[in-house]
């Protein structure tokens, strides 16, 4: 962890335990949940909180994957144990984890209906375009998604709720949308009437403009990209959740 101390994930068909320690046996205990399923559930509730995975790729259980990032995004023991604590009581039953996931639900059904309702209205353009059009927060709206997945049993609202996902990395802030512009005009029609050596510096200057532009539109779409890999990477670990679920179910 940030903090230097070492922090060890227990997944097993008895569930899950984490702790503060070298040595397994003897470590200070920070979280404990029993029974396969109900460590699924919880993870799929932490699941939807994670922003970005930058756990081992040869973690192929998303359980794991799970504790594991959100013992990567916290700063300390301590942090990690309130985060988690808070996120998903210890002493929750797995009736009591689908309560509270129910009560989720129904703000999330929202926030996917709307985004649903605003694509069939503004259907894709082949174009990267501004976050600010989207009815909720790009974060919202794949946190929505992704807890939406976990759950899902119907393929072909999977099918949608995947592609809705993607369809989020078109979706940039403002500021790296605008190609900055290094002089205020767009052309060469006032370059009669100036000199040789004017309309050489014009042209330079435009042949610039034009150039940043370029780079900055390039640096937009790898920036798509790399949101898309993200996503997609997210999509993953939920599809894992949801097979997980599955098979307990």
Known sequence: ???????????????VIVKKSHTF???EKLYEKSGADEAALTAGLLHAQIET??????????????????????A????????LTRATKPTETIEAVSDRGRRNVM???????????????NPPRGEIRNVSELPHSKDEILEAITFQIVREKKPAELKALKLGALMLADFQEEGSLNPAKSIGFDGFDFVS??????????????KIAYNNGRQRLKSVKELADQNLLQIENKLLVAEALRHKLMQAG
């Open 25 to 27: 046996l003897r470590g």
């Open 193 to 206: 009437g100036t000199s040789n050596e004017e309309q050489d510096l014009i042209k330079r200057s435009t």
């Open 76 to 83: 300390s023991t301590l942090d990690l144990k309130m985060q």
């Open 107 to 121: 703000k999330y059904q929202q926030i996917i209906a709307d985004y649903g309702r605003f694509i069939k209205d």
């Open 53 to 74: 995975y930058r756990a081992p790729v040869g973690l192929s259980d998303p359980v794991l994957k799970v504790f594991t990032q959100m013992a990567l995004d916290s």
């Open 1 to 15: 962890m940030e903090s230097g101390e070492l922090v060890r994930i227990s997944v097993t068909q008895a569930g």
